[in-house]
């Protein structure tokens, strides 16, 4: 309560500032001008058409006025960009200041609840965050995951969100070494269908660094365990072109007919066999 008290009185301080600083420039150009009205007392007019004489006057008033107002704002504009400064000091320190107070407070919630419900909670926020496809949001969601790992060093499905995070941000050596990671986690479980996908995600980001060979056998460990994957049969196809293997592409095209033969891609692929 006191530092929302002070966090309140501060930002009082904040806004009235510059309403001050405003008042007291008006009052000193007034008294300068009040100080200035009784020079025109020594003036000799006396001599002077009156018209001239009020002309003389009236410009000597404003020539004074100009510069000594021109003079006190050159010293003033030093104090204003101090008060402005100081400021914004104010502002960025209760800002801050805010910040140390929701860290706190959610350091207080994270010491009240269990390591499982802190995974649970680190987990669905990497995975809101990972939707947006932000680049920010995927290096927080990155953080998050790695937090769970951390926590539960066989997590599977964070360190396949992570791999996947990884592959999405460019970091293909780190992207790799977590799907073999994944890969080691399936020594201890029955999921061939999870072991075929990380192998098809391995052999991507193989293929991403040119390791075209190691990609290629990761693709077929994947048609190992599911043979008529139209998806894993197109890209083994795309790998055996890519290393102008017409034998094993002739191949793995067959096995394309039979699974899909109303792929619309077929004759493409005829074709660029045809021409290794």
């Known amino acids: 309560m006191i530092f929302i008290q002070f966090c309140l009185i501060m930002n009082f301080m904040y806004n009235i500032i510059p309403l001050i600083i405003v008042l007291l420039c008006l009052v000193v150009i007034i008294s300068i ?7 025109l ?71 009240n609840i269990s390591r499982d419900e802190k995974i649970k909670m ?49 970091k293909n050596f780190e992207a790799k070494q977590t799907y073999q990671y994944c890969l080691r986690l399936l020594d201890f479980k029955d999921d061939k ?20 060979d190691e990609a290629r056998a990761n693709i077929i460990e994947s048609l190992k365990i599911e043979p008529n994957n139209p998806r894993f049969l197109n890209l083994v196809l795309e790998l055996c072109v890519d290393l102008k293997d017409k034998a094993m592409a002739t191949e793995f095209l067959a096995r394309l007919k039979e699974a899909n033969p109303e792929n619309q891609s077929l004759e493409d692929w005829q074709e660029k066999i045809n021409s290794l």
């Open 122 to 170: 680190l987990t669905a926020q990497a995975e809101e965050l990972i939707k947006s496809e932000e680049l920010e949001d995927l290096k927080q969601a990155e953080a998050k995951l790695i937090e769970v790992v951390s926590l539960d060093k066989k997590n599977l499905a964070a360190f396949m969100d992570l791999a996947d995070i990884y592959g999405k941000l460019k």
């Open 193 to 212: 269908a999870k072991e075929a996908e990380i192998n098809y995600s391995l052999s991507l980001v193989n293929r991403e660094i040119d390791n075209l």
């Open 33 to 39: 001008v009040i100080r200035r009205l009784p020079q």
């Open 41 to 111: 007392a020594i003036l000799d007019v006396e001599n002077m058409p009156e018209e001239k004489a009020n002309k003389v006057k009236d410009e000597i008033v404003q020539k004074r006025l100009v510069r000594d107002i021109v003079n006190f704002l050159k010293r003033f504009a030093h104090i204003g960009e101090f008060f402005k400064n100081l400021t914004s000091s104010m502002a960025n320190w209760l800002n801050h200041l805010r910040q140390l107070k929701a860290q706190h407070q959610a350091k207080k919630v994270e010491v």
